[in-house]
């Protein structure tokens, strides 16, 4: 679907047709409603001058107005504003329909395109800016519907018209053959002049979107730390730019608006000149000079939805080509046509695995910073393996390899066997879940996070609630399973958060269940009673743990200890103590330090005996 680069009208008339091939038939209806329109408006001139002939001038010659004439001026000119009217609404609601059907319909597809992506083209796009591709580039890029199918009617309108007056009058009709085309190149100079202005003003919408989306992402850390000032500052720079762009683009359709109104009045005045010498001379009658000024007059505004078009296409461009950017956008993962056994327990191995992610550099290069080197690690069906190490140690990227949400840059990870690039889409999901490190719950009910739209039933989900020890807390709730939790689950503290993305998980009875850090935010009793219960009722689920505390870590069938992207060690809490420093220094830590805390306590306390 992409469209070539070339000259700035070429491309857009291009992006144009794309959005015609999607909507075919309602742009058909809009073009024809206007067509109808663009006629209807030259035969008023028309209905005018023949009313004007017919019936007026011979009333007025005669002092008064027969109701066989009062009537026909009526059925005349009312027969034709109904049909132009008729017209108008056909126009309208046509054109609407293909602007927001074409708009809706990519939305979806940037939206599906956003979930085909993997996570890794993701980390390098701010969420606030494709916030901006999906609605505000979505609707720069097809707004031109609008005033599109009306300016197609106004080059019927302008053809009709022009042969009308070279009809009625030749020798006006040359001063209309100059007002016209002096009105395209009017809207002309105004479209290239607002192309680099609106094209500037669009790009500035997307960086207010993207500054006001973190800052209301990261208000918690903004309040905590007193940085109202320092933000409110910083979105007041992005948005003095945009005002700064939308005010060049208001002088410069100041500047323009003028002249294009001016140059159909002068138009009118040189008609009505012209038409009194003529008249005056015989030449012509005053019905024709009233038909051909009211022409040029009524034709005016119309052929403004010429610069309006022109107008939008410098939007157009910018639009797409932000959004053709997403949609052109490569390295979704693909699927393979396994499928996993289902069965109580799955193994997990991964072989040699290499992964590194792409950060921009200061010269918006892409360039790889490795996070994982070599990693093999076995994780037996039915065991609970703990993934222990200092912080950026690799363990997080671990955790995601093993749910294919990113793949590796080399090395492989299989489930029972089965590569996991092997399997059909939606075959890992079924057979392992994540409860990740940073809760996420949606703006629903605590029934609707735990089921996710999936049909459990009530008893399955306080099971799973049970097991997470939030049973207690949920029906403690004003409104129990059907209380809403608010947006990120604002209503609940972390440990309440952490509890229902665990039941969410438990209640899917996975194959293979990764926590990772899942219990961080809970106190450590707590954590023990779910760890407990956890164990008790999925002794047939593998599980894979990220862990800090020595509670968790002691469950542990097998510990794997990673330093820097690097498996250094593997085996019991015990083994592990005895033969690997690092470890050893790790766990024992908070031990350490407050053995030390002791023995500074009590040679203060000796030292004032």
Known sequence: MSVDAGPSLRRSLRIVGVGVRREPRSFALAVAGSTVYGVMTVLTAWAIGRVTREEIQPAVAAGHATTAQLM???????????????????????????MFN???????????QYLRLPLSWHHRHPSGQLLSNANADVEATWNVFAPLPMAIGVVVMLVAGVVEMVLVAPAMAVIGLTVFPALFVANLVFQRAMSPKVSRAQQLRA??????????????????????????????????RLQ????????????????????????????LAVGAEQVASGALTPAAVVQVAYLISVLAFPVRALGWVLGELPRTVVGWDRVDAVLQARGELPFGTASVPRRDASAMRLDSVDYAYEVMDEHGRLSPFPALHGVTIDVPAGWTTALVGPTGSGKSTLTNLTLRL?????????????DLREVAKGGVSAAATLVPQQTFLFDDTVRGNITLGADFGDDQVWWALEVAQAAGFVRELPAGLDTRVGERGASLSGGQRQRVALARAIIRRPQLLVLDDATSAVDPAVELQILGALRESSTETTVLVVAYRMSTITLADDIVYVELGRVLDHGTHAELLARCEGYEHLVTAYAREAAERAAVAADEQGASV
């Open 72 to 98: 026909a001026i009526f059925g005349w000119v009312a027969g034709v504003v109904v049909a132009n009217v008729v017209g108008v609404v056909i126009r309208r609601i046509a054109a609407g329909f293909t």
């Open 102 to 112: 074409v708009a809706a319909g990519f939305r979806r597809e940037v939206t599906r």
């Open 207 to 240: 960086e207010v979107s993207e500054v006001a989306h973190e800052s209301f992402e990261a208000a918690l850390v903004v309040k905590a730390m007193g940085r109202e000032e320092q933000e409110a500052a910083r979105f007041e720079e992005v948005a003095r």
């Open 244 to 271: 700064v762009a939308n005010v060049d683009v208001g002088r410069t359709r100041g500047t323009f608006d003028p002249v294009i109104e001016a140059i159909p009045t002068l138009g009118t005045l040189a008609v």
């Open 406 to 418: 990113v793949d590796p840059t080399s090395g492989v990870v299989t489930l029972d066997g089965l």
